[in-house]
């Protein structure tokens, strides 16, 4: 699993070989939930057969983590 911030990074994580592509916004927090127009642009930018996850956050006065939720 490789930690990921864009579509950038997470295709520099498929080259290396990773199964899993963890997206979150290190922004907002450790654990900040990632904005939805990246998970989509790297949902549809890697391969099926490899996995993505999405980090869902902290809640407060976060945007990202909101907007998840819309």
């Known amino acids: 699993m490789v930690s990921v911030q ?3 990074e997470a295709l520099q994580a498929l080259k290396g070989g990773a199964d899993i592509v963890d997206v979150k916004n290190l922004q907002e927090a ?3 939930s990632a904005h939805p127009h990246v998970v989509r642009d790297v ?3 890697i391969p099926m057969d490899r ?3 999405v980090t869902l956050g902290v809640v407060p006065n976060q945007i990202g983590t909101v907007a998840m939720a819309v």
């Open 30 to 32: 450790m654990v900040g």
């Open 6 to 8: 864009n579509l950038e």
């Open 51 to 53: 996995h993505a996850s």
């Open 43 to 45: 949902r549809n930018a």
